[in-house]
């Protein structure tokens, strides 16, 4: 079995659980397995097959765990971006990087990394 396929079934195995507690919430199995779905669909709906570098905003919260959960799954490559580097750096690094798909939360699309992403030529995902 491969991990893709081991993530997949844990995803599976009680979707209502909780998998993981964040400011006193529960967010459960099935709602990681969702955002890794859509993840994944965007990344296929994108062209990128396995290898492929996709780019996730590294921020402390559930929905990164799914978006990671997609890529690695899907065997493709993540590429780490930190939001606690400043938004000229993060931009930079996203300028230098020319990433395919890059993945990030609502909130963080609100600031410079959609202007970062345009001039790169990267295509955003939004999770939340």
Do not use: F, K
């Amino acid at each position: 079995m491969s991990l893709g396929e081991r993530i997949s079934e844990i995803l599976r195995i009680e979707p209502d659980a909780g998998a993981i507690e964040y400011r006193g919430l529960w967010h459960s199995w099935g709602e990681l397995g969702r955002i890794a779905a859509a993840v994944d669909r965007c990344a296929t709906q994108s062209g990128l097959g396995a290898g492929a570098p996709i780019g996730v905003l590294m921020e402390n919260r559930p929905e990164v765990v799914g978006a990671m959960l997609a890529v690695v799954a899907s065997e493709r490559c993540v590429v780490t971006l930190s939001p606690h580097q400043g938004p000229s750096r993060l931009s930079a690094d996203i300028a230098e990087l020319r990433l395919p798909l890059i993945v990030a939360r609502r909130a963080s699309w609100e600031g410079p990394l959609r202007a970062a992403c345009a001039a790169a030529g990267s295509a955003g995902v939004c999770i939340d």
